[in-house]
């Protein structure tokens, strides 16, 4: 059985740029890109956490450490300079695969810098 797995995200990054008249992408500062271990033209899924968009797109390379997150193309209707984004690749894994998974996840702080990186995510706690 195969089964296609969060790979990796940058977590609530914000967005610098939108440019509509840009080709189509996603432009991600090239530090996140490695980091996250996204390539030049990889599909990635964006959610808007600002307004609720989902849209599935393409990475570019952005200026290494500029901070850039820019949406563009048609995509630059569903997301504004300073809207907060996760944006997420994913990738099919076999069940021998899985033993050793582990997702690249990305934190950055308010100017797209690297905060932390982790493996998991926490349990999420029932509320009370």
Same mark, same amino acid.
């Given at each position: 059985?195969?089964?296609t797995?969060l790979?990796?995200?940058?977590?609530r990054v914000h967005?610098?740029q939108?440019?509509l008249?840009?080709?189509?992408?996603?432009?991600?500062?090239?530090t996140?890109?490695?980091a996250?271990d996204?390539?030049e033209?990889?599909?990635?899924?964006i959610?808007?956490?600002?307004n609720g968009?989902?849209f599935t797109?393409y990475?570019?390379r952005?200026?290494?450490? =500029?901070?850039t997150i820019?949406?563009n193309? #048609? $995509?630059?209707?569903?997301?504004?300079?300073g809207?907060?984004?996760?944006?997420a690749a994913?990738a099919?894994y076999?069940?021998?695969?899985?033993?050793?998974?582990?997702?690249?996840?990305i934190?950055?702080?308010?100017?797209?810098?690297?905060?932390? =990186?982790?493996?998991?995510?926490?349990?999420q #706690? $029932?509320?009370a």
């Amino acid at each position: 059985m195969q089964r296609t797995m969060l790979k990796s995200k940058l977590h609530r990054v914000h967005v610098t740029q939108s440019e509509l008249n840009y080709e189509g992408s996603c432009a991600i500062d090239d530090t996140l890109l490695q980091a996250a271990d996204i390539r030049e033209y990889q599909q990635i899924d964006i959610y808007n956490v600002t307004n609720g968009e989902r849209f599935t797109t393409y990475a570019i390379r952005a200026e290494r450490d =500029s901070g850039t997150i820019s949406v563009n193309g #048609a $995509a630059a209707r569903k997301a504004a300079p300073g809207d907060i984004l996760i944006i997420a690749a994913f990738a099919v894994y076999n069940e021998i695969e899985l033993e050793k998974f582990a997702p690249q996840l990305i934190y950055v702080d308010e100017n797209n810098r690297i905060k932390s =990186s982790r493996n998991h995510i926490p349990v999420q #706690a $029932a509320q009370a």
